[in-house]
């Protein structure tokens, strides 16, 4: 049995009504002999939309319903007990329904694209999909999202007008109807709707015979399409004239004009060139675009007659490079290369020597023949590191002017063994308190198979074969008997690998050392060099020193040893000073000489009071010795630090 008994609740939106504004009327059976209240709860609504009168159970709207926001609302219905404070029943929950009418017009959606660009000449038909949004539903004829399809009627011709505004009117079917509007702006955008034209019916040009500059020729066009568009921009073209593909014509991106060029040699040229657009041509006919291309107009075409000036041409060699191919040392007087040049405008040619870096070869003027005049060696710096030799001969006509063309021989030239074998470095040092051997090391000019790898001995000597033993194994020298500090020489031999011999020295600086190849002290003096060796050094360094009018004399034991030894180079110092001479730092002299970077004495003007300075630097040989040789004034007594 039913305790809860209600009316149906539904609204339409937006009541013209009195508010608030009864919608229907509670009851309960259990309420007849009991003091109660109704109680009212509206789900998500704002505050006072629905009350409920407390004891009568009649529910009001207090102001209009707006469907588009809200569609419906879930309201729960309490009854009360007042003496008791409880329920006197279950809740009852239902909804209630908000009724659309038609008061929302068509809205055109947010993204909606008000402004669009027409080619012209675009086909009639589809042209844009535009989409409209509606709130309302009225009897199922108005929608969410709906679209319409916009139609070109006409074709559009954009010299006619360039601009167009359209009013698009979106109604709905509502009673009464509601409708919006929006304006379309169309943008006619020109095609290639004219054919480009020569601005002339013929061309003639002149061309020198064998150049190329960048145009020959310019031909022009006239386009009534919109500039530096492709539907304005010319493509030429050759119909006849070019069937073996020799010439070429490019457009001028400026200024749209074709550009003849690379004209082959030949005395008259007749070409016919026609020209389109980048774009395919779209012509309408009675506002229908033309689809068969046979019904377009053809394009157009002009004739250019080229005349070819003769010029000088240059003589041809057969080859303009060639390769040949020669031992070294050969006997000068050999024929290496005889050119074959043609000449078609002069039979009279000479020839020239253009470059040979050696001077190793001589040119016949008349038949241009190289002929070696010396021997060529394969290890010369002008030789490439390919054993190639570059020689180029130039041949000359008697034109006016003449014309010259050039050819370049590549002499490949054969190795030979004419090098022997020679130490990479001459001298070594031997640390007696660190080993007993130092290896030895050797080079050879000559290629594979002239070179190494190179086997060693020692000289036929029978002191220095006890002192000293080859060890092939290591390529090293050992020492064999314990020899006081000192410097040596080991004169050695040295094969190739055809067995080639030479005869080299190695000079060996025995000494203790503080590190590998350092040693400890000054070097020691020379075993080898004697007093006599010494004297004739000297000697011969007063020829270089003095002209004929001054006396020099060797300094004297007593005063040599009152000075130290230097492993320095060439230096002076003035005689009274009797300074230790430090071979690490500048030391200042007024009068004398000094030494060059190549370690020989430069003279500087005695007598004149110059501050020089000079930089004793070490020495590079075995030791050096200090003299002085004194001139007549005593003021110019100078000390010489001779390197030996």
Excluded at 71 to 94: N, Q
Aim: aromatic share 8%; glycine share 4%.
């Amino acid at each position: 049995k039913r305790r809860w008994v209600l009316s149906t609740i539904e609204l339409e939106e937006e009541m013209d009504v009195e508010y608030p504004y009864k919608i229907t009327t509670m009851y309960n059976d259990k309420t007849a002999k009991v003091e109660h209240h109704f109680m009212i709860s509206v789900l998500d609504a704002p505050e006072g939309l629905f009350t409920i009168n407390k004891t009568g159970g009649e529910v009001y709207v207090h102001r209009r319903l707006d469907r588009e926001k809200t569609p419906s609302y879930h309201i729960t219905f309490d009854v009360w007990d007042i003496g008791v404070a409880k329920k006197i029943d279950k809740e009852l929950s239902f909804d209630v329904d908000v009724k659309d009418i038609n008061d929302n017009a068509p809205m055109f959606i947010s993204q909606f694209q008000k402004s669009y660009d027409v080619k012209e000449n675009t086909k009639v038909g589809k042209f844009r999909n535009l989409q409209i949004s509606q709130n309302d539903v009225v009897f199922g004829n108005s929608c969410t999202l709906c679209s319409f399809l916009v139609k070109l009627k006409y074709v559009y011709i954009f010299q006619k007008a360039k601009h167009y505004s359209l009013v698009i009117i979106a109604s709905d079917l509502g009673k009464p109807p509601l409708s919006t509007s929006v304006t379309v702006e169309l943008n006619v955008i020109d095609s290639n709707s004219h054919r480009p034209k020569f601005k002339k019916r013929q061309y003639e040009a002149e061309a020198v015979e064998m150049q190329t500059p960048d145009d020959i020729l310019r031909v022009a066009v006239e386009d009534k399409d919109t500039p530096n568009t492709d539907g304005w921009r010319a493509k030429y073209s050759f119909i006849s004239g070019n069937e073996d593909g020799v010439y070429k014509i490019t457009t001028d991106p400026v200024t749209n004009e074709g550009i003849a060029k690379n004209f082959d040699i030949t005395t008259l040229v007749k070409l016919q060139i026609g020209v389109e657009n980048v774009e395919p041509l779209a012509i309408c006919k009675d506002g229908k675009l033309i689809k068969d291309l046979s019904s377009l107009p053809p394009k157009d075409s002009v004739n250019i007659t080229v005349k070819m000036i003769d010029t000088n041409d240059p003589p041809v060699f057969e080859r303009y490079t060639e390769e040949v191919y020669q031992t070294e040392e050969s006997e000068k007087g050999q024929v290496l290369y005889t050119p074959k040049v043609k000449d078609v405008d002069s039979v009279n040619i000479r020839y020239e020597l253009v470059e040979d870096p050696a001077n190793w070869v001589t040119v016949d003027e008349k038949t241009g023949i190289i002929t070696t005049i010396e021997k060529m060696d394969r290890e010369s710096p002008h030789v490439d590191v390919n054993s190639t030799y570059r020689i180029v001969i130039a041949a000359i006509d008697d034109g006016s002017p003449p014309a010259t063309s050039t050819c370049t021989v590549s002499v490949h030239l054969r190795d030979i063994n004419d090098n022997t074998p020679m130490l990479l470095n001459n001298s070594a040092i031997l640390c007696s308190n660190e080993a007993d051997k130092v290896m030895v090391r050797a080079k050879d000019a000559d290629l594979e198979p002239y070179s190494g790898p190179f086997s060693f001995s020692l000289a036929d000597d029978k002191t220095l074969k006890e002192r000293w033993k080859i060890e092939p194994e290591y390529v090293s020298i050992r020492l064999l008997t314990k020899l006081p500090n000192g410097n040596y020489s080991v004169p050695l031999v040295i094969q190739d690998k055809q067995n080639q011999p030479s005869k080299e020295t190695l000079s060996v600086v025995l000494c203790n050392c503080v590190k590998p190849g350092v040693c400890a002290g000054p070097k020691p003096l020379s075993t080898a060099i004697g007093i006599a060796a010494i004297g004739l050094i000297i000697a011969a360094l007063l020829v270089f020193l003095c002209d004929g009018s001054e006396a020099w004399r060797h300094a004297t034991n007593q005063e040599l040893s009152q000075l130290p030894r230097c492993p320095g180079g060439w230096g002076l110092i003035p005689l009274n000073s009797r300074q230790p001479i430090n071979c690490k730092k500048k030391t200042a002299i007024k009068q004398g000489f000094i030494h060059n970077s190549d370690r020989r004495p430069s003279q500087h003007l005695i007598g004149q009071k110059t501050s020089i300075s000079t930089q004793l630097d070490g020495c590079d040989y075995p030791h050096c010795v200090p003299y002085y040789l004194e001139q007549k004034s005593e003021k110019n007594a100078l000390l010489l630090i001779a390197l030996l």
